[in-house]
């Protein structure tokens, strides 16, 4: 009983930590958050500028924030640019299943390399599904994860700026929906 107590303290405490943030984000604060985000991005690795250079469009959400124990979630907002301006804003729906205990935030950019691309996610339901083996510890940026990592993948995912502490060795699945913030 104890335990179950203390799962369910533990598994609220998480997402309300991942929703604190997300929820009272605007167009505006969307817009300043996905600037810095890229700044960050190209300042720590210059070689994404390239890509971001040759990309038909970049999704970025500044601000993934996920948690779990055994089942986890996740939620973050962002917007897709294409030129530098932003065409439409977009949250990020995570849920995942298997060993998995912790919380983290990290930055998500996906870079769409040809306008088909573009067009089947603005099409699509927008699932992405994958098992993977991640651990966080800090933030200082040397963990990359890419969905795809050859420069010829027609989307190219980037995970940095990761913080928090958490292990995992899940089924995940994310949804990507357009939302329309103020």
Not at 44 to 73: D, H, K
Not at 94 to 105: F, M, N, T, V, Y
Request: charged share 10%; net charge negative; hydrophobic share 40%.
């Amino acid at each position: 009983m104890l335990r179950r107590v203390i799962g369910i303290i533990f598994a609220t405490g998480i997402l309300a930590g991942c929703a604190s943030y997300n929820q009272a984000s605007g167009a505006d604060k969307i817009d300043a958050a996905v600037t810095a985000t890229l700044f960050q991005l190209y300042t720590t690795y210059p070689s994404a500028e390239n890509l971001a250079q040759n990309a038909e469009a970049v999704l970025v959400i500044p601000r993934m924030s996920q948690g779990g124990f055994i089942i986890g979630g996740g939620y973050g907002r962002g917007a897709l640019q294409v030129d530098n301006i932003t065409k439409a804003y977009f949250s990020a729906t995570k849920g995942s299943i298997g060993l998995q205990a912790g919380s983290q935030q990290f930055s998500h950019v996906m870079f769409f390399m040809t306008e088909d691309a573009v067009s089947d996610f603005l099409m699509s339901p927008g699932w992405s599904a994958g098992g993977s083996v991640q651990y966080v510890v800090s933030d200082q940026g040397d963990g990359w994860s890419a969905d795809l990592v050859k420069t010829q993948s027609p989307i190219i995912a980037i995970s940095f700026n990761q913080s928090g502490l958490g292990a995992a060795a899940t089924v995940e699945g994310m949804k990507y929906t357009q939302i329309y913030p103020e």
